[in-house]
């Protein structure tokens, strides 16, 4: 197995854990959070899903000076319509993934723009899957504080 392959099945693993997870959450505990600083449990969702289009841009070194979401002014109605919304651009990114060699894996430099560190573009893209994966353990506890069934993940 490539490193590319590999990479993408951790992508698709992840997700569908948090796919999992996410569909545990019912409607009207979708505006629930544990704090008013912290992200609403569909805020959650999408921000995860909508990092793909980010990623997407960020990997193929595209400009991200104005930088704007299609989820922009998109109201929040199920998880389903959330997922759909989303499954282009995770296509998107996963062919971007999938087109990158293994030199370029390690010898392209990636700066993320958030805090400007250079990094190689495999090590970048492992830390992509550390994002949602941290995401799915606060989701966990979102449900936990909720009082909600927590579906297994560990399959």
């Known amino acids: 197995?490539?490193?590319?392959?590999?990479?993408?099945?951790?992508?698709?693993?992840?997700?569908?854990?948090?796919i999992r997870l996410w569909k545990g959450l019912p409607v009207s505990q979708y505006n629930w959070r544990p704090d008013e600083n912290a992200m609403t449990a569909i805020q959650m969702i999408r921000h995860v899903l909508e990092a793909d289009y980010g990623w997407d841009i960020i990997i193929n070194q595209g400009d991200m000076t104005n930088y704007k979401t299609p989820w922009e002014n998109r109201p929040f109605t199920s998880v389903n319509d959330e997922l759909e919304f989303a499954e282009p651009f995770r296509k998107k990114f996963l062919e971007s993934v999938r087109q990158f060699s293994e030199m370029e894996l390690n010898e392209t430099k990636i700066i993320h723009p958030g805090n400007g560190k250079k990094k190689p573009l495999g090590k970048y893209l492992l830390r992509i899957g550390y994002h949602e994966s941290v995401h799915a353990g606060q989701f966990l506890s979102y449900l936990r504080a909720m009082e909600i069934h927590r579906p297994e993940i560990w399959d």
């Open 1 to 18: 197995m490539t490193q590319t392959e590999l990479l993408i099945l951790n992508f698709k693993e992840i997700r569908r854990k948090s």
